[in-house]
């Protein structure tokens, strides 16, 4: 199988920001190969055009698929299995939000009220109200369909029409 290579930064720089969505280097650098393929990926291929050891793409692959940021994709008589990202970076946005979500604020927000109740510290209640709000809203804003996030985002560009300017008599 053909595989175009990502343009060359493309997985360095998901590899620099991945950290900052709580997902590892070499997962971010296999999410941008894959992202970015013109054919579906094998972890073979990962592994060749990354230049990343097998066991990194394995354990990197197990971790984007745990997040729900790539899909396991057949090819009919191949045993191999490819790998497939959603293309519309909005669909990444939310689910990118509603694991941030799961994994870190819900849990935290939990320890804190926990920790509240042993205590009867007033301002670990203020804070677990905020943790409480903030994973709230981020919940809301993964509910939305794709579509929807991006006319959260771009209002003027998705919701709103542009007046028709009128002619002069």
Not at 85 to 107: G, H, M, T, V
């Amino acid at each position: 199988m053909t595989h175009a290579t990502p343009a060359p930064d493309l997985p360095q720089l998901f590899a620099e920001i991945a950290p900052r969505f709580g997902i590892s280097r070499p997962a971010g650098q296999c999410f941008a190969a894959i992202w970015r393929a013109a054919q579906a990926p094998a972890a073979e291929d990962l592994v060749r055009i990354l230049g990343i050891s097998r066991s990194n793409v394995s354990t990197a692959l197990k971790e984007l698929r745990g997040l729900g940021l790539v899909q396991i994709a057949r090819s009919p008589g191949s045993r191999r299995d490819f790998y497939v990202a959603p293309a519309d970076p909005w669909a990444l946005l939310r689910q990118l939000l509603a694991e941030r979500q799961r994994r870190d604020l819900a849990p935290l927000a939990a320890r804190l009220h926990d920790l509240q109740a042993a205590s009867g510290d007033a301002r670990l209640a203020d804070l677990a109200q905020v943790l409480d709000a903030t994973s709230g809203w981020l919940a809301q804003l993964a509910a939305h369909s794709p579509e929807e996030l991006a006319a959260m985002m771009h209002p003027v560009e998705h919701g709103k029409k542009k007046k028709k300017k009128r002619a002069r008599d």
